[in-house]
């Protein structure tokens, strides 16, 4: 994967995409990236139109519907401002995959390219590009924030197309008052893999019940992560097996652990 190559100047507009799953499941998490992001100073705009990034048909092999529900963005986000996505997933897919999708129309690869180039993914831009302080934020707060430990999950595409562990391990571990544990299986899939889980739903519950036993033997009860899709799937099947195992959006625990209110 080659190195990014971040802005110099700080901008002052940003489009914040959604996602589908924020939109329909977790609008708390959105709400709460626009805050992080407002609070540096930035306006934050929202084309109503969007949708879904087309993950879910591009990896069901499905790419002229794939296509379909790209080219439907594409026109979205006409300013030259940052995209910022708060799923490593789905800034996956827009980034790496969209430019391809076009790959016989010339003319709608070029702005598919254009866009996939502004785009990030939620802590990538809040670290590398604002260098938010959280630990100075947290420090102001006015409500002394109680110990937590916790276990962070990246997810398949944030970690191995975006490169955003790290960037999720440096916001967290810079939070005074929060102790990042280490987990055995954490780098392994949690079994949404979107469609993934329907199609192989017993495969898909093996997965995710060795990430959640995993989690839980740290003896932390709460686990971070920055993609709905696996926050949602391991967040319900640990509400089903009765495991002690919280879940949260790192953008609603970055906001609740540096001023917000609390969860």
Known sequence: MKPRQYPTERPTDVYLFATCLVDLFVPQAGLDAVKLLEREGLTVHFPRSQSCCGQPAYSSGNPRQAREVALAQLGLFDKPWPVIVPSGSCAGMMRHHWPALFDDDAANAARAQGLSERVYELTEFLVRVLNVDFNAYAAKGSVQQPEERVVL???CGARREMGTRVHGVEVVDA??????????RESECCGFGGTFSLKHPDISGAMVADKIASACATGCERLV????GCL????HAAAHKGAPLAVEHL???LWRRTGGEAA
Request: hydrophobic share 35%; glycine share 8%.
């Open 153 to 155: 999950h990246t997810s």
């Open 175 to 184: 939070l005074p008052g929060v102790t990042r544990i280490d987990h055995e």
């Open 225 to 228: 992560s920055a993609d709905c």
């Open 232 to 235: 949602l799937n391991i967040g």
């Open 251 to 253: 953008a609603s625990f």
